[in-house]
């Protein structure tokens, strides 16, 4: 294949399920000091542009971590997602974060309708330290979410609206809408599919 011709691929073993930034932790061998892009296993973002790239873009120009999230505007919903604070800047789509907060209360809701859909993060060597003291959060894990928070009140730390429809595949239910809207996408499986519905 051409893409293991132009990188590198290591992998480790979280040793039991504590959170995603124990995960995390496990690949600092492999990252050492350098910038990384760290994303979650079970979403999936369609766009034109791969938002990590778009993240990437934003990081060259900031020099500082960033995390994609989304806009939206029904506040029960936002509820149900990690929420992201912070100051619009002048570069369209970007914010200046001050928090995380994670599934706040309606009433507490980030006042920019800022989400985090699809885990998406570029991140710095300033997260491992951090990390390393992270006490357990909710549901007695290690978040990275926690981490994140505790840097972006130390440094600068960015927020980006990224371009690109956030599909999730956690559940057996998400996963088949996310399997059909790619379908949908094909001719000849859109055919099948709107011939199988009609049925």
Do not use: C
């Not at 978040?143 to 999730?168: H, V």
């Not at 809207?181 to 001719?187: E, G, I, L, N, V």
Request: hydrophobic share 35%; aromatic share 10%.
């Amino acid at each position: 294949m051409e893409l293991t011709k132009k990188a590198n691929f290591f992998y480790t073993r979280q040793s039991s399920p504590k959170g995603n930034g124990h995960a995390l932790l496990f690949a600092k061998e492999f990252i050492g000091d350098d910038p990384f892009a760290f994303s979650d296993g079970d979403s999936i973002i369609d766009s034109k542009t791969p938002v990590t790239q778009q993240l990437i873009k934003v990081f060259h120009k900031h020099g500082a971590p960033v995390i994609g999230v989304q806009h939206i505007t029904d506040k029960k919903a936002m509820t149900k997602y990690g929420n992201v604070y912070g100051t619009p800047q002048k570069d369209a789509r970007v914010f200046r974060v001050s928090k995380f907060a994670e599934k706040p209360d309606e009433k507490h809701v980030s006042p920019h309708g800022l989400i985090v859909g699809g885990m998406r993060y570029i991140l710095t060597k300033d997260i491992w330290p951090i990390l390393e003291k992270q006490a357990a959060g909710r549901g007695g894990e290690i978040w990275l979410s926690d981490a994140a928070n505790t840097l972006a009140k130390r440094k600068k730390f960015f927020a980006y609206e990224y371009e690109g429809k956030y599909l999730d595949t956690g559940n057996k239910e998400a996963l088949l809408k996310a399997a059909i809207h790619f379908a949908m996408k094909d001719p000849t499986m859109r055919t099948e599919i709107q011939e199988l519905v009609s049925q």
